[in-house]
Each structure stands twice: as structure tokens, then as C-alpha cells.
């Protein structure tokens, strides 16, 4: 069974850190893409940040760059993203999503609450 | 940076068809995905590639893409397809994914 797993989310102040992490299972996700998508409430979906299989190429959302940090662990099946200097507008469902050609599996997402 | 624009809502009636586009700058040139997502739901990709699906996403669910105007439609619409739609391309010029703001499917 593919399955997909988001975890790490919370409330953390203004200019914190705080570090997603994304299980994977059920399918070669060394082969996929991983990607992470953010959805603030009430709002639509935005990309953040993606790492293309083999870990060679690293993309960052304008908002982030410089803040966040994206990574992979393919013997662990597994991928991060690190976040600091956190601001209120991070507030948001985050979604880790792996994608290999038509198959695409995400998370059910982790909250991320940027608050004082 | 690369803008996508979706109308915001869309309404339609059981039966009926539901068109939504998402339009670009030469979009055309582009491979556009769609995602649907209901309230409380990741999303799931429908559309892939302008006009795949992956197994399991129904026929009636069909894309196109040419010009500046990228189409999702959906044909004798269900109460099930009730959801938020979004369009999602990749910008090479940027190096970024770019989503539409998303299109609310309304079923009278």
C-alpha cells in the first residue's frame, strides 16, 4: 500500500525553526520527485519547494529561498525540509508530495502555525 | 514571474458540463496538470501532461491546452465532482512551479 506521511508541524514563534519530515512507502521513491506545497487556511495551494529525483537539482519558491532547505534521504525513503526564520505568512497545511511520471502521491499535510 | 488565471467559481447543474480554464501567457507551449481537491482533502491529480489521466480519474474529466488557454472539463457533472480545481504548470524561465488560484466547482 502506497502511503505517504507528513509530520513535524506546530506552533512556533516568529524567526524560529522548525523541521518537516516526509515518510514514504509502498512504492521506489528513489525514483520520484519530492516536492512540498503549502496551503495557508483558506487559501489555495503554493509550491515551496521540489527536489528532483537523485537529489541533482533543488528548486525554491521566491518566498523561502534562503530560509528553507529541502533534502532526501532515499535509503530511508524518506525526505525534510527545514524551515527557519519563520514568519506568520508561513502559516500553512504542509503537503509532501512525490511524483514519478502519471503516478503522484501526497501526504494528508502537517500545520505549520507561525504565531507569538 | 509566470501568472496563471482561473475564474474563481464556477457553477454548474447536475448532468451538465463544467468548463474550467486557466489561461497564460503561451500556455500552449507549456504541459499543464490539474488537481482536485475537496474541503479537507490533499489534492489529487486528475489531468496530467495537458491531457493524461491516471488510472482511476473518469473519462469525463478531459484537458486540453493550446494558445494562452488551458481547459479542464468536466462532462455530465456529479454532485461528487463538487470541489476546488487547480492548474499547475512548470515555468522553466523561472525554475518554479506556478498553481492558479484554484476554481470553486459549485453542483446546483
Known amino acids: 500500500e502506497v502511503q505517504v506521511m507528513e509530520s513535524g508541524g506546530g506552533l512556533v514563534k516568529p524567526g524560529g525553526s522548525l523541521r518537516l519530515s516526509c515518510a514514504a512507502s509502498?512504492?521506489?521513491?528513489?525514483?520520484?520527485?519530492l516536492t512540498w506545497v503549502r496551503q495557508a487556511p483558506g487559501k489555495g495551494l503554493e509550491w515551496v519547494a521540489s527536489?528532483?529525483?537523485?537529489?541533482?537539482?533543488?528548486y525554491y519558491a521566491d518566498s523561502v529561498k534562503g530560509r528553507f532547505t529541502i533534502s532526501r534521504d532515499d535509503a530511508r525513503n524518506s525526505g525534510s525540509l527545514q524551515m527557519n526564520s519563520l514568519r506568520g505568512e508561513d502559516t500553512a497545511v504542509y503537503y509532501c508530495?512525490?511524483?514519478?511520471?502519471?503516478?503522484?502521491?501526497w501526504g494528508q499535510g502537517t500545520l505549520v502555525t507561525v504565531s507569538s | 514571474s509566470y501568472v496563471l488565471t482561473q475564474p474563481p467559481s464556477v457553477s454548474v447543474a447536475p448532468g451538465k458540463t463544467a468548463t474550467i480554464t486557466c489561461e497564460g501567457n503561451?500556455?500552449?507551449?507549456?504541459?499543464v496538470h490539474w488537481y482536485q481537491q475537496k474541503p479537507g482533502q490533499a489534492p489529487v491529480l486528475v489531468v496530467f501532461?495537458?491531457?493524461d489521466r491516471p488510472s482511476g480519474i473518469p473519462e469525463r474529466l478531459s484537458g486540453s491546452n493550446s494558445g494562452y488557454t488551458a481547459t479542464l472539463t468536466i462532462s455530465r457533472v456529479e454532485a461528487a465532482d463538487e470541489a476546488d480545481y487547480y492548474c499547475?504548470?512548470?515555468?522553466?524561465?523561472?525554475?518554479?512551479?506556478?498553481f492558479g488560484i484554484g476554481t470553486k466547482v459549485t453542483v446546483l
Open positions: 509502498g512504492f521506489t521513491f528513489s525514483s520520484y520527485s
Open positions: 503561451n500556455i500552449g507551449d507549456k504541459n
Open positions: 527536489i528532483i529525483a537523485g537529489g541533482g537539482y533543488i
Open positions: 508530495q512525490s511524483r514519478y511520471e502519471i503516478f503522484d502521491y
Open positions: 499547475q504548470v512548470w515555468d522553466s524561465t523561472s525554475d518554479h512551479f506556478v
Open positions: 501532461d495537458n491531457s
